[in-house]
Nanobody, 123 residues
């Protein structure tokens, strides 16, 4: 089982990025998929999540209206579209699979994690 994030990079404030979470060894549409991030000197926090059955989505307050999570079951990939990026969005972003389909921010509920992709927002 492997999750691989991609799409991170350096972007100016106000810019956009699309992160991808591709899976091998598991079928993502059977899981809720969460995006988490760890900023320098801070604890990892939940950012967004999408459920497997009804596609319901969840966002932390600080990214509402700017980030959009989506899934392409045919591609076995989940995306995080990030717009209007701010310097405080700078972090390593991780995707994780939740077999309980809870979309909780409790990390122990997620049993597969990617290695992370760096997002840096700076002018």
């Amino acid at each position: 089982v492997q999750l691989v994030e991609s799409g991170g990079g350096l972007v100016q404030p106000g810019g956009s990025l699309r992160l991808s979470c591709a899976a091998s060894g598991l079928t993502l549409d059977y899981y809720a998929i969460g995006w988490f991030r760890r900023a320098p000197g801070k604890e990892r926090e939940g950012v967004s999540c999408i459920k497997s059955n009804d596609g319901r989505t969840y966002y932390v307050e600080s990214v509402k209206g700017r980030f959009t999570i989506s899934r392409d079951n045919a591609e076995n990939t989940v995306y995080l579209h990030m717009n209007s990026l701010k310097p405080e969005d700078t972090a390593v972003y991780y995707c994780a699979a939740d077999p309980y389909n809870s979309c909780s921010w409790v990390e122990d509920l997620y049993d597969s994690w990617g290695q992370g992709t760096q997002v840096t927002v700076s002018s």
